[in-house]
């Protein structure tokens, strides 16, 4: 297996048309496993993590695809609230100073704990090659389990996500408290100034996917400009359609029944968390 450590974005690109089977590696915490137990024998590794670019954020905010989930909950948090939540679920402490969302992205597990979030949040994923760059919106860039829309010469270089506009959570629900794979996962972001909601289920289908018919109720269901507590009625109901996007099968983490139910509970939760923010938030005005 050879091991290639370009020094800049430019090599890198190059690498990687010339060898388009080398597998781009940062943190290393799912590539490595693999290759721990055999699961993936690449004729190459592409390593990523030397190039500066990669490394950093702006305001925008454009996060590179190598900077780790603890950068992202440290100094990202005030601005992308969801994104920290679910970042802050990621493995353990080491992972978390490894993992990066670019690492997510490029695994495109249904399980991932960042899709959700970004879905959410109406993230674009930039990517290059030799040829030039593309943005991919995120609710394109998943194609199937562990499919993503990389063309074989591309890399993923940053990802766009505009900062939170409203109150934004994360749900994650796993066989226990810490270094788990999520059973599901719900993400919820609220837009107050455009009167709608964003909302996506992880680890419940082929791949992570946005709740379209559930945001659809709530735009219509709530109202942004004098925001009161919310009724029940319309948790149950934002819980039940949550729960009808999701499409899950059963497995060893739990069974689909077992997620429909846990996606609606999520759902509501989250819902009354966010939209308790902006009440909140309205009185402090007021």
Same mark, same amino acid.
């Given at each position: 297996m050879d091991f290639l450590r370009p020094e800049t974005l430019a090599e890198a690109l190059e690498l990687k048309a010339s060898m388009p089977d080398a597998v781009?590696? *940062?943190g290393g915490t799912d590539v490595m496993v693999e290759l721990n137990y055999d699961h993936r024998r690449p004729s190459a590794l592409l390593d990523l993590t030397r190039i500066p670019e990669l490394q950093q954020w702006s305001d925008g905010?454009? %996060? $590179? *695809? $190598?900077v780790p989930y603890v950068r992202i909950i440290d100094e990202l948090g005030?601005?992308?609230?969801?994104?920290?939540?679910?970042?802050?679920?990621v493995g353990s402490p080491q992972i978390r100073n490894r993992g990066t969302v670019g690492g997510n992205l490029g695994a495109a597990s249904p399980a991932g704990d960042t899709h959700p979030v970004l879905l959410a949040s109406d993230a !674009?994923?930039?990517v290059a090659s030799v040829r030039g760059t593309r943005m991919i919106p995120a609710a394109d860039f998943y194609l199937g389990v562990k499919r993503n829309a990389l063309e074989q010469d591309e890399?993923? %270089?940053?990802?766009?996500? &505009?900062? &939170?506009?409203?109150?934004?959570q994360f749900s994650k629900v796993g066989t226990r408290n810490a270094m788990v794979i999520a059973v599901c996962?719900?993400?919820?972001?609220?837009?107050?100034?455009?009167?709608? %909601? $964003? &909302?996506? !289920?992880?680890? *419940?289908?082929?791949?992570?996917?946005?709740?379209?018919?559930a945001e659809e109720f709530l735009a219509s269901a709530l109202d942004f400009k004098a925001p009161k507590p919310l009724l029940d009625s319309v948790k149950r109901e934002f819980g039940e359609l949550v729960s009808q996007a999701a499409s899950p099968i059963d497995d060893v983490r739990g069974s689909a029944a077992y997620r429909k139910h846990a996606l609606a509970v999520m *759902?509501?939760?989250t819902l009354g968390w966010a939209w308790q923010q902006l009440v909140d938030g309205e009185k402090a005005c007021a």
């Open positions: 781009p590696i *940062a905010l454009r %996060v $590179g *695809a $190598g005030a601005q992308l609230p969801g994104l920290a939540m679910a970042s802050r679920t !674009v994923i930039e890399l993923i %270089v940053a990802v766009h996500l &505009a900062p &939170a506009k409203g109150p934004q996962s719900f993400a919820i972001s609220l837009f107050p100034e455009e009167n709608r %909601v $964003g &909302a996506a !289920v992880g680890s *419940a289908a082929p791949t992570p996917r946005r709740a379209l018919e *759902a509501r939760r």
